[in-house]
């Protein structure tokens, strides 16, 4: 559990500032907390497509083949290749259906919304500069 931070302001002689003033901090640290917790969700299964590092292999559910391919997929998007890579289902040439294929075994996928995190991440300078004793 994420902990809480809560701030209550005082002015230069050690009085309260305004309760209304520390409920807006701990509600905006709320809506940081949800947004942040809703910005990133995972999935169990096989390799969804896109960008291989959003995706960990299961050491028990996966080949060292497998473990090894998707290490030169990562290198090879950090090294600038960043071509999004197929997921896992290919459909059959009849269009009846479709083959499920797997080059990384089963494992941990990580979507990110990128929005809501960009929205975290702003909340969380903001209450970072609110909280700070500096000017």
Known sequence: MVQERRTIRHDALG??????YNE?????HELYYDIRS????????Y???GDPRNFSPDPEC????????HRVACAEWNAGKREPLPGPHEALPNG???????GFGLGVN????????????????????IESDEP
Do not use: N, P
Request: aromatic letters at 8%; a negative charge.
């Open 110 to 129: 990580t979507m990110t919304d990128e929005q809501a995190s960009d929205w975290a991440e702003r909340l969380s300078r903001i209450l970072d500069r």
């Open 62 to 69: 996966s080949t060292e083949a497998e473990r090894e391919a």
């Open 38 to 45: 809703q910005a990133e969700d995972t999935a169990y299964g």
């Open 24 to 28: 807006a901090i701990a509600e905006l």
């Open 47 to 49: 390799f969804h497509g």
């Open 15 to 20: 009085e309260v500032v305004s309760e209304k």
């Open 96 to 102: 009846q259906g479709w083959i499920t294929r797997s």
